[in-house]
Antibody, heavy 123, light 108 residues
Framework: QPQLQESGPGLVEPSETLSLTCTVS??????????WGWIRQPPGKELEWIGT???????YYNPSLKSRVTISIDTSKKQFSLKLNSVTAADTAVYYC???????????????WGQGALVIVSS | EIVLTQSPGTLSLSPGERATLSCRASQSISSNYLAWYQQKPGQAPRLLIY???TRATGIPDRFSGSGSGTDFTLTISRLEPEDFVVYYC?????????FGQGTRLDIK
């Protein structure tokens, strides 16, 4: 069973860039049957999909965040990363990395998740 | 963007009862690309159902999913105490992937 672990700063100042990394263990990040995604959840609120990457580097972004988001992958380190720039208090959330099943149309259901990383945007 | 609306927002039932949770999409969801998740407090969501009706690995058979097009249902046949948490539906496949706002299951 794969395990995913988020890492990165828990506090980011407004207007700065939020950076998180997800390390995958117990499975291959280059397995062509899966995608790798980021999802966030503001305190007490619902889940929001941020974006997803395939091992080849193909990316899919939520249009509402696309102008501020970059997701990248380092297969040699078994890691994929999230950068969200120009953050505000509205970006305060628990950020999850997760694995998508593959579908013919693109990223599928999310079958394995990291434990989540709380990121607070505040000065 | 396909908007998912879950109902009810909160459902109050007793252990042993049957729960029926609804997820309605603003447009038809192709290929039944609809998943259900369970989220316990302080934990990451857990995949219960994908493809509208296929149980994920290790999910008890008291959880079942049904529906197609714009109307989908998660049914929990006999509620256990650990089932009283929050449930989300999600549409996947093409971008953007979207989640419903969640249904909270409370003990009556």
């Amino acid at each position: 069973q794969p395990q995913l672990q988020e890492s990165g700063p828990g506090l980011v100042e407004p207007s700065e860039t939020l950076s998180l990394t997800c390390t995958v263990s117990g499975g291959s990040i280059t397995n062509s049957n899966y995608y790798w995604g980021w999802i966030r959840q503001p305190p007490g609120k619902e889940l929001e999909w941020i974006g997803t990457i395939y091992y080849s580097g193909n990316t899919y972004y939520n249009p509402s965040l696309k102008s501020r988001v970059t997701i990248s992958i380092d297969t040699s380190k078994k890691q994929f990363s999230l950068k969200l720039n120009s953050v505000t208090a509205a970006d305060t959330a628990v950020y999850y990395c997760a694995r998508h099943k593959l579908t013919v149309a693109g990223p599928g259901g999310l079958d394995y998740w990291g434990q989540g990383a709380l990121v607070i945007v505040s000065s | 963007e396909i908007v998912l609306t879950q109902s009810p927002g909160t459902l109050s039932l007793s252990p042993g009862e049957r729960a029926t949770l609804s997820c309605r999409a603003s447009q038809s969801i192709s290929s039944n690309y609809l998943a259900w998740y369970q989220q316990k407090p302080g934990q990451a969501p857990r995949l219960l159902i994908y493809g509208a009706s296929t149980r994920a690995t290790g999910i008890p058979d008291r959880f079942s999913g049904s529906g197609s097009g714009t109307d989908f249902t998660l049914t929990i046949s006999r509620l256990e105490p650990e089932d009283f948490v929050v449930y989300y539906c999600q549409r996947y496949g093409s971008s953007p992937l979207t989640f419903g706002q969640g249904t909270r299951l409370d003990i009556k």
